[in-house]
């Protein structure tokens, strides 16, 4: 039994001393690849996803040793300083994240205006004149972020998006009270026959003043958490949708609107904007709408809402009203 636990001794302090003598001491990790970033229209924004990033480790032997960064994830919270905090070989390091933008202030939001890609917009109150994208564009806010427009653009909004477009956790406020403009627009209203938009993701966003939201001409429309309020003064409604749009509407308040709470628009088959003949479906799940429904020329668009089966529907003119009944 000694001779065992004296061999087992042994063996322990032999393996001691190898790892002793081999084991490298690491003293400098630099980067030599600034990670990048993945992100598609619909994600969600807790599980984004980091790509690339390389370090060169280097030991106190002089040998060196290139290594890709390896990490699937990190916080939200970490983007807004353009850096992500990765472990390599057990040490923590602050690593650059390149094709991040980040804006921090209102000039910053003004030079975004009508560019592409994926915007990180830091907590604050914002206040510029109006936000114009043309192309594919996400807008993420960190913390509580408020975008005050002070203006219209293009004569359709305070702010318009024009191509594939996500919207997270981001207050709009237009000052600019008109039955005619809307708050928020998207809807590729600079071609002649009103193109598709292939996608419309928003969570988390609020809307204020004008007459609120405007839907058209876009294919497959995700909207969670949205609330959206206009003054009931507002000769129209607080959502408009349009132009062949199919649309997601869930877990929302939509306020107001002397018209009602929510219309797709249509025009009646003696009209030239043929865009406006498609068909729309709108379904909308555990939303609460303060005023009426409406669809306009049920027989030339064929457009659908589905969730309101238990309001009361009446049919007129080519119209379908839904009405809350109690």
Not at 227 to 237: A, L, Y
Not at 284 to 302: D, G, P, Q, R
Request: charged fraction near 25%; include cysteine.
């Amino acid at each position: 039994m000694k001779k065992i636990i004296i061999m087992t001794v042994i063996l322990s302090f032999i393996s001691f001393l190898l790892t002793s003598c081999f084991e490298e001491k690491i003293i400098d990790i630099e980067i030599i690849e600034d990670l990048g970033i993945k992100y598609n229209i619909g994600e969600d924004i807790d599980n984004l996803k980091l790509s690339g990033g390389k370090v060169k480790v280097s030991y106190e032997s002089g040998r060196t040793y290139e290594a890709a960064i390896e990490a699937n994830w990190i916080e939200v919270k970490d983007f807004i300083n353009e850096t992500a905090i990765v472990k390599v070989y057990g040490k923590e390091i602050r690593i650059p994240i390149k094709g991040i933008n980040v804006i921090k202030d209102n000039n910053d939001l003004i030079e975004s205006k009508n560019k592409s890609g994926l915007y990180f917009i830091k907590e604050g109150n914002y206040e510029i004149d109006t936000l114009r994208f043309d192309n594919e564009v996400s807008l993420i806010g960190i913390g509580n972020v408020t975008i005050t427009l002070n203006g219209v653009e293009s004569g359709q909004a305070a702010a318009l998006f024009q191509g594939n477009t996500t919207l997270v956790n981001i207050d709009f406020v237009s000052t600019y009270s008109d039955s005619l403009i809307n708050a928020v627009k998207v809807a590729k209203v600079s071609e002649p026959n009103l193109e598709k938009i292939s996608a419309l993701y928003m969570y988390d966003v609020s809307i204020k003043g004008g007459k609120g939201l405007n839907v058209m001409s876009v294919d497959k429309a995700e909207i969670d958490k949205l609330k959206v309020d206009v003054e009931s003064s507002i000769k129209n409604v607080a959502f408009s949708v349009s132009a062949g749009s199919t649309i997601l509407l869930k877990n929302s308040n939509i306020n107001h609107g002397s018209w009602g709470s929510i219309a797709i628009f249509g025009v009646s088959n003696d009209a030239t904007e043929e865009y406006y003949k498609r068909k729309n479906t709108l379904n909308i799940i555990n939303t609460n709408l303060t005023s009426a429904v409406y669809i306009e020329y049920v027989s030339v668009t064929k457009s659908e809402i589905f969730g309101l089966e238990a309001w009361k529907l009446t049919e007129q003119n080519d119209f379908k009203v839904y009405t809350f009944q109690e």
